[in-house]
């Protein structure tokens, strides 16, 4: 039976017997063929093994997307752990990342400088080998046994919980493992890779979305693991970490507690920095940064308030209003507005401002108007001797932002959702996911964007953060964790509705298929338990800070 293929921005192919999608991308002259991980056949995301025996649309998935790298990370995680399994019988576990690099633990015990070599040793030779990656398709019911005889309950019991019949599972040489979308058909596509052992655990690192051709500089923080390890014992003495459990609380009526619990954590660490605050009489200045969508306005709202329980009065200026006109904003590599960049901000008027309010004069803070892109009237502002100020903002650490303040009277607090719930054992939710659910949401109602122009955004925000925020994380004072167990669950019923009405023909479609894989491991918790004090608030709308 014969069938035709149509690709974007390419002929259309002619068959008259099944191909492979790999054995189609051969017959092209796709320009980025050395950077192809997989592909979309009808808008679901396949991998190159996938046949096609139909009229059917292709687009190919590179590692210079989002999806892409997406892709190639949960390849190399699956090398990782079948290939520790197979050579050193070692379960391990995915705990979190840092510096664009995965760390895993083994629960029986740490893992030595030989354990670790033995496993680089064979991703290399599954690499050489161009060792198959198997999609099939099983029953529930072999899949949930097949997980429990690989010892991965987490996995059998998200299974039960979704009761997806049948199950897509991959096979690599004999060890099976379940993701929210596809991997790589081969591990010859993915030979960029570092193992590094550290503190009994082992970094996995590859290539990232700015960096797509070579690994990412591998380096470590003793903060940010400090602060890592503190919230993962947190969950999982709560028994949190996988999404499996979250699950069993909604299914036994405790979703409330899981709210109230989570909000009191972070109850909790925000008076631990106003206790630190306090105790340096100097600072005048708090600096509130974080990369988008990550609670940086209700953060600071609530340290104010928290700060007025130790006698402290604060006032805080949204850097966001002093953005430059839509007109002089710069210009990203793809030719698009910047938003991200410092050169956004009117870092003089900033800089400024400050030093007025510091010494006690008064200023006209602007008000910066996102749907016509222009800065407008605002409001007068005059701080008393005794009250500090805040300013909040993805640049509020970097130093051109506040550069004619002496450092002794500054303080710094970097904001994120910087680690979470797992799926599972081997898939996270990651921090950049986390960022863009909100986002999309909050942009839809507030902004006026739509999910679809959210989305083709995002990639040009990912890398601005890269450049423009991350690197300044190490200058904090302080790390606040915004993470909340409990908000995918919650962020669902806004999302989904979202996602679908991405048009299959958008660019961004096969973005907004990825992200409701993820949600489809989510249970649904309703909103109407959100305090209305929660920095979750800040983005499904009900805050008593708007």
């Known amino acids: 039976m014969g069938f035709e293929v149509c690709f974007k921005e390419m002929p259309i192919i002619k068959s008259s017997f099944p191909l492979t999608a790999r054995e189609l991308l051969a017959k092209t002259n796709f320009p980025k063929k050395d950077q192809v991980v997989a592909c979309r ?55 979190q990342s840092m510096n664009y690099s995965y760390y895993y633990e083994n629960p029986d015990g740490p893992i030595t400088e030989e354990q670790c070599k033995a496993i680089a040793a064979e ?30 309950g987490d996995k059998e019991a998200l299974l039960r919980w979704l009761g997806t019949d049948p199950v897509v599972l991959y096979r690599c040489e004999g060890i099976y493992d379940t993701f929210a979308s596809a991997i790589a058909d081969t591990a010859a596509i993915v030979p960029t890779f570092d193992l590094h052992l550290y503190k009994g655990g082992i970094f996995l690192s590859g290539p990232t979305l700015t960096h797509p051709a070579r690994t990412f500089e591998f380096k470590t923080s003793a903060k940010t693991l400090k602060l890592f390890q503190s919230y993962s014992k947190w969950l999982e003495d709560l028994d949190l970490r996988t999404m499996d459990k979250i699950h069993e609380l909604v299914a036994q009526g405790r979703a409330r507690d899981l709210l109230m619990v989570c909000e009191a954590l972070h109850t909790k660490v925000l008076g631990e920095v106003c206790n630190n605050i306090e105790s340096r009489p100097d ?33 805080t ?20 507005l910047d938003f991200e960049a410092l050169e956004a901000l009117d870092t003089d008027l900033i800089n400024e401002h400050l030093i007025a309010l510091i010494e006690g004069k008064q200023i006209e803070v602007p008000k910066f108007d996102f749907i016509t892109g222009k800065r407008t009237k605002g409001y007068n502002l005059r701080i008393a001797p005794n009250e500090i100020l805040v300013i909040e903002g993805i640049h509020g650490l970097n130093e051109k932002v506040t550069e004619q303040v002496p450092q002794e009277r500054k303080y710094g607090i970097f904001i994120c959702p910087l680690t979470g719930t797992n799926i599972d054992m081997h898939n996270r939710i990651g921090t950049t996911d986390t960022r863009l659910f909100r986002r999309m949401v909050r942009d839809y109602r507030t902004r006026g964007h739509s999910p679809e122009a959210t989305l083709l955004r995002w990639p040009s925000v990912v890398r601005g953060s890269h450049r423009h925020i991350f690197p300044y994380q190490e200058k904090a004072d302080t790390l606040f964790n915004t993470a909340l167990a409990y908000e995918l669950p919650v962020i669902k019923g806004y999302a989904v509705p979202l996602l679908k009405s991405v048009p299959e023909k958008s660019e961004a479609f096969g973005e907004a298929q990825r992200l409701l894989s993820i949600l489809d491991a989510v249970p649904i918790i309703p909103s109407d338990d959100v305090p ?4 979750f608030r800040e983005f499904i709308g009900g805050s008593c800070f708007e």
């Open 41 to 95: 056949v009808n808008n679901a995301q396949r991998p190159l093994s996938w046949v096609v025996d139909m009229d059917s649309s292709i687009d190919f998935i590179t590692t210079d997307s989002i999806e892409g790298i997406e892709v190639y990370t949960r390849t190399l995680m699956f090398m990782l752990t079948s290939a520790a399994s197979r050579i050193c019988g070692i379960r391990l576990r995915l705990a």
């Open 123 to 152: 991703m290399r030779r599954m690499v050489s080998a161009g060792t198959p990656f198997i999609r099939e398709e099983v029953s529930i019911d072999k899949a949930r046994a097949i997980m429990e005889s690989q010892g991965y």
């Open 283 to 315: 600072v005048r200045l708090l600096c509130l940064a974080g990369p988008s969508s990550s609670g940086k306005t209700t953060s600071s709202r609530r340290l104010r308030v928290q700060l007025l329980t130790s006698g402290i009065r604060s006032v």
């Open 317 to 336: 200026i949204e850097l966001d209003n002093y953005f430059v006109d839509r007109d002089k904003t710069p210009l990203d590599a793809d030719g698009k």
């Open 532 to 535: 209305n004090t929660s920095i």
